[in-house]
T-cell receptor, first 114, second 111 residues
Framework: SQTIHQWPATLVQPVGSPLSLECTVEGTSNPNLYWYRQAAGRGLQLLFY??????ISSEVPQNLSASRPQDRQFILSSKKLLLSDSGFYLC?????????????FGSGTRLTVV | AQSVTQLDSHVSVSEGTPVLLRCNYSSSYSPSLFWYVQHPNKGLQLLLK??????LVKGINGFEAEFKKSETSFHLTKPSAHMSDAAEYFCVGGATNKLIFGTGTLLAVQP
């Protein structure tokens, strides 16, 4: 079966500390993968997407980076967190074709930078 | 350029009354459109999706949406609200490899 895993579910980190959020998918190959962020009181914003290993597209300039070291692994990172990095981070995977086309989301990571 | 606009940031209805959450889109191509729901402290759940097979789309939990090309709209409706429908709803559009999210509508259901 096709599934998507994202961890951790919650994270509290001090300002200036590094960040690593991981997302993995199962049951598919060469998926399109995405990182979104939902800041408090705002909608979801696309941060990065990847159509293959080592291929990363950045949508907005920010304090974050993404990497895709393996086909089914997508990592969101930061060297030094800022307070403004707090939010709800979602990994998503585009799957299927035709009527089965759609996005599947991970369960999300709630990051609080203190 | 693509865009998705949710016209109301907050909607409040009484239990048992109809729900209408409005969404307008702009796209140069025939879009794929989705409605997602996010309950507090939970992930996004797909309610329904439009992919050009039928203009009236039925989703889970009694929700449906109608794609109206002339009005560039994809409003979400439900005949009778339930307390468990209280959540944030996102209209989402995508015609390429990327999804564009609306800013969300917070639905409150009063007893």
């Amino acid at each position: 079966s096709q599934t998507i895993h994202q961890w951790p579910a919650t994270l509290v980190q001090p300002v200036g500390s590094p960040l690593s959020l991981e997302c993995t998918v199962e049951g598919t190959s060469n998926p399109n993968l995405y990182w979104y962020r939902q800041a408090a009181g705002r909608g979801l914003q696309l941060l990065f997407y990847s159509v293959g290993i080592g291929q990363i597209s950045s949508e907005v300039p920010q304090n974050l980076s993404a990497s895709r070291p393996q086909d089914r692994q997508f990592i969101l990172s930061s060297k030094k967190l800022l307070l403004s990095d707090s939010g709800f981070y979602l990994c998503a995977w585009l799957s299927g074709q035709g009527l089965n086309y759609g996005y599947t989301f991970g369960s999300g990571t709630r990051l609080t930078v203190v | 350029a693509q865009s998705v606009t949710q016209l109301d940031s907050h909607v409040s209805v009484s239990e048992g009354t109809p729900v209408l959450l409005r969404c307008n889109y702009s796209s140069s191509y025939s879009p794929s459109l989705f409605w997602y729901v996010q309950h507090p402290n939970k992930g996004l759940q797909l309610l329904l999706k439009y992919t050009s097979a039928a203009t009236l789309v039925k989703g889970i939990n009694g929700f449906e949406a109608e794609f109206k090309k002339s009005e560039t709209s994809f409003h979400l409706t439900k005949p009778s609200a339930h307390m468990s429908d209280a959540a944030e709803y996102f209209c989402v559009g995508g015609a390429t490899n990327k999804l564009i999210f609306g800013t969300g509508t917070l639905l409150a259901v009063q007893p």
